[in-house]
């Protein structure tokens, strides 16, 4: 905890420091203290118990049942976001300690948008480590946790900055519309187009794993291939966030907001798109009027408010899904596939719930996962990332994630008769 | 009609929302001394652990109840008039009932030991005790538990969990001796050890001692020896909760007796769950059971009879679950602790000691008739099948997969099992079809 301490009081320091090779020196020193520190934390924490599902005192804790430290935690990471944003100037002397790391990646200067990926990135390295110590005695936890780990840094760090190496667009192959909506803007689009083979090569990747790929994908395995195995955003709630996955709102007023806000905003997001198109084609004239207040709206209150300051910032008060549950457009789309066009749930294993809470408690997505368990029904649920921690915390082996036959899918255990009273 | 159900634990209450499921117009009433709403009794321990905050328990959110007509009345019933079917509360307050069910629960059971009154010592069962535990456990290095069963490894996991060091006094020879067979209680008791627990064997308690301010001190063991603690748990079961039906002049005995209807001795009352005796237990079966699954059983078929759809209770496949620390366990169909004429057990364990499963057929038709698993998730739906059709052995072996509960990835051990098996009966045949789970193998057998 000490040298984690310490790598954030030399970030600070190499944020004031005007010398630059003194903000380097703190810079790398400050990273490699707040890394190692997580990592020695991490090992502490779980290397001493025998591996296994033991979240002793996490609703006891200051940090992690919102106490004063998650309160600390939340605002120091929602400044963070605020500065990134806004007032990016502040942390000048820390993007310049970065120049020599983005000239050898990108052949460029660094910007806030690079310090930001390689803190992204990091995080999800290093608590990424923390997660397979954590959850190294299931398989399926370590295979998920290594692939958010991979993607990340290979396709949403290490790829983009060697597009720009290379004089290519900055292409993130592994975020598509309407997650990343402006993919599918004309405007994009045109720019890719015009940028020969390889991004030809981009416009037709990111149509094909929009409109393609993802409903094949999702018909097989169900949302999670994206949301827990590949996406950014869920990379770092899977690793970042662990710790906070508890603490979203199971409660049905927290599902209500989350029809109400996450089906509009991708609506929004699929409108917006059209008229774009539509504006582009030239048949409506002065469409423009309407597309460019709207889109800036979107830009700001969804794309940076929404998925950064409220997604990240709130983790230690709301949960480390509160963007993929209520925000995330991409999530909207894929939970209506999983929900009507997959072969995905989660099995309830006969009558053997004792409604003892512990699954509900371990979703991130809010999804109060023992009502459907104590009714003997399998999840069916648009939500559902399909993290599996629910199974993992079941003390009855009640729980289980599938992917298949479509038959019977949603066809309850006959040791529960099912009441017909309404559970949302 | 006015149905009234004393005790909102899962019998009370599977009962009342089966009735309202049945029966829009009743007026229904759920009258627990305990809590203002039904929680989940299993869970309790992980209250203590800090896993879960007291909302969680609930199995249900607070507007359920109003929104589905459930009336609520958070007092002690204290008496009962079944003449004028009428329930008297501790507020002074009277309700009177068309139907009754009582469904009251256990009591913890103790031996009356010496000293057991002292401050310190106490069983666990309910909210209370939980309130109890954890102010009395609060600071203390040393506690001892009591009782050699699911709730003796429930306090000797809490009290670990808080670096407590536990000293467990099991009267039997071996650990659950009454249910498990001895390979089961052999792993479990090693793994037991493993978390640093004290587990000692045939001891039993004889005493409890107190110190000036009549808070426990130490205990004395059968044997003579004085332990030294700071706290004792009492785990050595439960008895029905019959107080209100004595003092009602129902007839009991270990229970409230009930007939297969859970019709109670007087016209319109009803027992279900922990609480109820059967006068005529199903061959095989006992006549009071103290399990969540079977009380929830019992209050959903008490509740058809209550609204007019006479159902006898039968509770068919026996199965249950439990966890030990972090091997979970999980039993379907009957597994006699003890060596049986004319069935054959075959045993299978990991050579990690995390993994067993013991399945029990009969020798004339090879029918299987139990299974017992330890740290392996088994699908129950599969299991009561293969019970309920006398599936030979060989093909239960053949199709294992389909039963075949763990998380996705795990490693399979049916190729193992199945060698263990011809290793144990040569003569007998296995077919080799091995089962694979997965995206493309076939779900079920």
Known sequence: ?????????????????????????????????????????????????????????????????????????????????????????????????????????????????????????????????????????????????????????????????????????????????????????????????????????????????????????????????????????????????????????????????????????????????????????????ALGAVTGPLGQFYGFAIGSVFSGIVGVGFYPLLGSRVWCRFGCPMAAYLGLLQKHFSRFRISTNGGQCISCGNCSNACEMGIDVKQYAQRGEPIVRAACVGCGLCATACPRGVLSLENGPREGRLAGSTFIHADSLRIL | MHLVIIGNGITGVTAAITARGLNAEARITLVSAESAHHYSRPALMYLYLGHLRYADVKPYEDWFWAENRLELVHAEATGLDTAARTVQLATGQSLAYDKLLLATGSVVRTAGWPGQQLRGVQGFYGLPDLENMSRATQGIRHAVVVGGGLIGVELAEMLHSRGIRVTWLVREARYWQSVLPPEESALLTTHIRCHGIDFRENTELREVLGDDQGRVRAIVTTTGQELPTEWVGLATGVQPNLTLARAAGLETDRGILVDTWLEASAPGVYAAGDCAQHRQPAPGEVAVEQLWYTGRMQGETVAHTLCGQPTPYRRGQWFNSAKFFNLEYQTYGRVPAQPTAGLASFCWQHPNGKHLLRINFRQADHAVTGINALGLRQRQDVWERWLAAATPIDTVLAQLAAANFDAEFSRQHEPAIRREFARQFPDLPVAPAARRRGLFGARLG
């Open chain 1, 1 to 285: 905890m000490a040298a984690v301490a310490l790598g954030l009081l030399a970030l600070l320091a190499a944020a004031a420091d005007a010398d630059a090779a003194r903000a380097r020196l703190s810079l790398w020193l400050g990273l490699t203290l707040l890394s190692g520190g997580a990592l020695v934390w991490a090992w502490l924490a779980f290397g001493n118990r025998e591996a296994g599902w033991h979240p002793h005192d996490l609703w006891r804790r200051a940090s992690t049942s919102r106490g004063a430290v998650a309160w600390v935690t939340g605002v120091a990471l929602t400044g963070f976001y605020v500065v990134l944003y806004w007032f990016p100037w502040l942390l000048e002397n820390l993007i310049r300690a970065f120049d020599p790391f983005s000239q050898v990646l990108r052949h460029k200067a660094a910007d806030q948008w690079f310090l930001y990926g390689t803190f992204y990135t990091l995080a999800v390295l290093v608590l990424g480590g923390r997660a397979l110590w954590k959850y190294r005695f299931s398989r399926y936890h370590l295979a998920r946790t290594v692939s958010v780990m991979f993607f990340q840094l290979g396709f949403g760090f290490l790829l983009p900055g060697l597009l720009l190496a290379l004089q290519q667009p900055e292409f993130y192959f592994t975020y598509f519309w309407p997650l990343k909506y402006d993919y599918l803007f004309p405007s994009t689009v045109s720019q890719l187009l015009h940028g020969g083979g390889l991004g030809v090569f981009m416009v037709f990747w990111g149509v094909a794993m929009s409109f393609l790929a993802t409903p094949v994908l999702t018909y097989f395995f169900g949302k999670r291939w994206y949301c827990a195995w590949v996406c950014g955003c869920g990379g770092l709630a899977e690793t970042a966030g662990d710790a906070y996955r508890h603490l979203s709102d199971k409660s049905r007023q927290a599902w209500r907001w989350e029809v109400r806000l996450v089906y509009p905003i991708l609506g929004l997001i699929v409108v917006l798109t059209a008229l774009l198109w539509l504006g582009a084609s030239g048949l409506v004239p």
